[in-house]
């Protein structure tokens, strides 16, 4: 699971916690191990929702100021299906 250059600080310091991907499916699971400089991160939880779920204050939390600057990121391809990933970051992922 990637992250943008700007958000990456903030999630490895355990600020951020949750984000709101855009796929067709699935592209991460729970348990799974994601790496992430010198850790990794590790799902903890991910559902679907849908679009009216995607708050403000869902934004601020995934690393946005707002929707419309979450939503410019969490498109991928030609997904359509909304899901929020929440997660931990791990330091020494083994």
């Not at 979450?70 to 020494?92: M, P």
Request: hydrophobic share 40%; aromatic share 8%; net charge positive.
């Amino acid at each position: 699971m990637m992250f943008a250059k700007h958000l990456r600080p903030r999630v490895m310091s355990g600020e951020i916690t949750c984000s709101v991907r855009i796929w067709q499916s699935p592209r991460v699971k729970v348990g799974g191990r994601y790496r992430l400089g010198a850790g990794a991160i590790e799902v903890t939880r991910i559902r679907e929702i849908g679009m009216d779920g995607i708050t403000p204050d869902l934004a601020r939390r995934s690393g946005f100021a707002g929707v419309v600057d979450l939503l410019k990121t969490a498109k991928h391809g030609r997904g359509e299906k909304v899901y929020l990933v929440e997660f931990v970051y791990r330091a020494n992922p083994l």
